[in-house]
């Protein structure tokens, strides 16, 4: 039962993906446009004319960062594994991916927090929160560089995961410490690193469970 749990619990990282994108669908085509270098007073028309698509969306962007953080520990206990001893690296994984969870939650919860007050609340805090989501953004960047070296490093002494897929994880690591572009790192390649990575473990679970099974005389 528990080794059926975790291999089904692979399957949070496409979960997590899936909830990133149907969140930001329903927020950005369900809603007005928000215009170019919006004003605070814009930015509160906007948040009181969509507020449904705000809470909607935003709610399903935070629960794939809650699936990144369930995918995460079973990684962990993968790479853990693998890694004996401490599982300093492994435990750096996971501290790395908990805490840009808690930056993506935030990313998207100022204006989920304006949406519930939006009778209430002023001009002003509705742009200072919306405007935050670029610092928690940057904040979930730099802190994915801890999750993809400290895998990479597991899985280079390890073999857990492929020594090319560790290669990966440390060029997404480096894009991700250059400012300009380490957007394009955490937006694009860190989905789809995730992606990999389920299915990499998933394999490997299913022919490990098959090698382990009796075979009939």
Known sequence: MQGRLERLSLLAAPLAVVFWIVGLVVTNTFSDKIPDHATDEQLLSWVQGNTNPILFGGWLFMIGCLALVWFAAILRSRLAEAEGGPAT????????????AVFGMLTAAGDVSSAINKDDI?????????????????????????????CAVVALRTRVLPKWWAIVAIVIAVVLVIGP??????IFAMP?????????????????RAASEPVAV
Not at 89 to 100: D, H, I, K, P, T
Not at 122 to 150: P, Q, R
């Open 89 to 100: 690296f492994s435990n750096l994984a996971f501290a790395g991916a908990a805490v840009a």
């Open 122 to 150: 002023t001009a002003t805090a509705v742009g200072t929160l919306h405007n935050s989501s670029d610092m928690f953004f940057v904040g979930a960047e730099l802190a994915m560089i801890l999750f993809f070296l400290g």
């Open 181 to 186: 572009i380490g957007w394009a790192g955490l």
């Open 192 to 208: 789809l690193w995730l992606l990999g990575t389920s299915w990499l473990l998933y394999r490997g679970s299913s022919r490990l």
